[in-house]
């Protein structure tokens, strides 16, 4: 099965040392910056237009987070979308909160004529983008926009906005991840329940896969491989953690994996899930 869901050699994954900027929210950011250094990569949060031109020469991939929005974040995340372009540096767009008010939703639509490698958000973001009916509240997800039904409806609406933006892959994320790559459908299943419960999980599952493509992997590779790589160190830090289960445990151990598990030549012989052809 992984040899459907992963094209290249996992071995290469994390091997190299891409330079990230991130232009995000401050309640995650330094929990990013940690965990893109623990993947090997080296995060730049630099969020001064002025300095773009020399930067975007400098840097091997761009996350641009939406989290928290404002009228200068939002002329930053334009302009650092038209540098990566100009640049040709991959971008992953994160729509945090795309459904707080439609100014966010616009920003997402026009990022989008800039061919970003990746758009992500959880399940209710994205219902939300695509127009359909969505239970997301601020910036978490609702358990009712994953159940199959909704995760089907979401899998053919992105399969559609797609055909408009075809160099873009589209990713859910829940407790089942939902990828659109090249017109063909993949759902993950590793991950545990506590990862919603942790603040800045989607954000930091951003950052690794702009590190993944930066680094050279294909962009099915870069989303497969951050999703998996993160969910399976969620499942090993909740057998480490004693019941009931202490989130702040949970979440040092979380990170502990994060800077360690790829260094086992195995990691990712676990990954569950599975493609389907378009
Ligand atoms: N119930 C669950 N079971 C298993 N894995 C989960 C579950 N919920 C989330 N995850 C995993 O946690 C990660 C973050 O997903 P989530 O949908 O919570 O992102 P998010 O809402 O954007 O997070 P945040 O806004 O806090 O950064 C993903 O890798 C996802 O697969
Ligand atoms: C809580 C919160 N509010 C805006 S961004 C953010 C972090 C999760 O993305
Ligand atoms: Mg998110």
Known sequence: MTTALLTGTPSTFFKGSPLIQCIT???TCESMANALLYVNSKPIMADDIREFPELFKQIDGVLLNLGQFSVAREEQISQASHYAKEHGKPTVIDSVGVSVSPLRRKLVIEL???????????????RHLVGLASLGRGVDGHESDQEKEALLELGKA???????????????????????????????????P???????????????????????ETIQDSTVGAVSYFNRCGERAKEKCEEPIGLESFKYHLYNE?????????????????????
């Open 25 to 27: 929210n401050e309640i």
């Open 194 to 216: 506590e990862l919603d419960q942790l603040t800045g999980t989607g954000d930091v599952v951003g950052a690794i896969i702009a590190s993944l493509l930066a680094q050279g």
């Open 158 to 192: 992105l399969g559609q906005l797609q055909k408009k933006y075809p160099k873009t892959t589209f990713l859910a994320t829940g407790k089942v991840d939902l990828i659109v790559v090249e017109g063909s459908l993949i759902l993950l299943e590793n991950g545990v």
């Open 112 to 126: 989008l004529k800039n061919e970003p490698e990746v758009v992500k958000g959880n399940t209710s973001e994205l």
């Open 258 to 278: 994060l800077s360690t598990l790829y260094q086992r030549n195995d990691w990712w012989t676990s990954i569950k899930g599975v493609r389907y052809e378009s």
